[in-house]
């Protein structure tokens, strides 16, 4: 059973540079979360897709968007990079539209601005 | 003031130790609880999950709510070098996950 799948593992960008990273769910789940994780930090929501729309969204600017293909699968596009985006970017899956649904993660992208 | 409080360590323990992880958290929406174990440059992986206040126990993981207080804990039995590695609360009321910033464990042999 594949678990959360994730890519690139490591991605090297430079400030202004646009970058998008990708998430293939676990199988048999719907729906995609995206943390971000500062060194140091607890990982950080930005966003949750769930049948292919942005169902709830944390504090991050417009600069951070998304998709959801119809396989579950997913994106995060960050554009006009700054150093500050420099992280561990994770990926989370689960299954349908319940509150406090399990949610299980990929290993990441670690994403460094330079 | 952050949502969810929880000391980052490090702590350091013999093997076979009992350790004790806490988070404090100041949001009463909150639900669910869980625990996420990370090894360094890796993904969180769930190791507890526990809905409103109570006990749940898995192998030499227990997990502790408290509502009332707004106090989870986690505790391992006769740890081991292997369960080294930074320990995460999370919690929510909804959908996103709230994290604590994550305690570093370290097991001596």
């Known amino acids: 059973d594949a678990g959360v799948t994730q890519s690139p593992t490591h991605l090297i960008k430079t400030r202004g540079q646009q970058v998008t990273l990708r998430c293939s769910p676990k199988s048999g789940h719907d729906t995609v979360s995206w943390y971000q994780q500062a060194l140091g930090q607890g990982p950080q929501f930005i966003f949750q897709y769930y049948e292919e729309e942005e169902r709830q969204r944390g504090n991050f600017p417009d600069r951070f968007s998304g998709h959801q293909f119809p396989n579950y699968s997913s994106e995060l596009n960050v554009n006009a990079l700054l150093l500050g985006d420099s992280a561990l970017y994770l990926c989370?899956?689960?299954?349908?539209?319940?509150?406090?649904?399990?949610?299980?993660f990929g290993p990441g992208t670690r994403l460094l601005v330079l | 003031q952050k949502e969810v409080e929880q000391d980052p360590g490090p702590l350091s323990v013999p093997e076979g130790a009992i350790v004790s992880l806490n988070c404090t958290y100041s949001n009463s929406a909150f639900q669910y609880f869980m625990w996420y174990r990370q090894y360094s440059r890796k993904g969180p992986e769930l190791l507890m999950y526990?809905?409103?206040?109570g006990n749940k126990e898995d192998g030499r993981f227990t997990a502790q709510v408290d509502k009332s207080s707004k106090y989870i804990s986690l505790f391992i039995r006769d740890s081991q070098p292997s369960d080294s590695a930074t320990y995460l609360c999370?919690?929510?009321?909804?959908?996103?996950?709230?994290f604590g910033s994550g305690t570093r464990l370290q097991v001596q042999p």
């Open positions: 526990t809905y409103s206040s």
């Open positions: 989370a899956s689960s299954l349908g539209g319940s509150r406090g649904e399990t949610q299980y």
């Open positions: 999370a919690m929510t009321g909804r959908r996103a996950l709230t």
